[in-house]
Nanobody, 121 residues
Framework: QLQVVESGGGLVKPGGSLTLSCVVS????????IGWFRQAPGKEREGVSC????????TYTDAVKDRFTISRDSAKNVVYLQMTSLKPEDTAVYFC??????????????WGEGTSVTVSS
């Protein structure tokens, strides 16, 4: 069974930066495409960014392009989401999820419990 654990959330001021980490364990890390998702209060969960198992395919939702960067470290079994120029509308619980068999982040098989990000002055 794959385990997915997020960390790194917190309170940050508008314009600030934060890096989220997603540690994957239990199965070979390089088998999995990893995605970051978020759910703001009162809103549906949305995809934020996705990185394929090889790291070659990366996507971002338009709202975070040029501000967020996803990366993966196979030596540490970690996927990072570097968030810069944060805005109040980035406030949400951020989830990491994993799946095999596709370079795209849909129909994810394994989910973490989330880490909360609050952007407020």
């Amino acid at each position: 069974q794959l385990q997915v654990v997020e960390s790194g959330g917190g309170l940050v001021k508008p314009g600030g930066s934060l890096t989220l980490s997603c540690v994957v364990s239990g199965r070979p890390f390089d088998w999995y495409t990893i995605g970051w998702f978020r759910q703001a209060p009162g809103k549906e969960r949305e995809g934020v960014s996705c990185i394929s198992s090889s790291g070659e395919h990366i996507t971002y939702t338009d709202a975070v392009k040029d501000r967020f960067t996803i990366s993966r470290d196979s030596a540490k079994n970690v996927v990072y989401l570097q968030m810069t120029s944060l805005k109040p509308e980035d406030t949400a619980v951020y989830f990491c999820a994993a799946r095999r068999g596709s370079t795209r982040c849909y129909g994810m098989d394994y989910w973490g419990e989330g880490t909360s990000v609050t952007v407020s002055s």
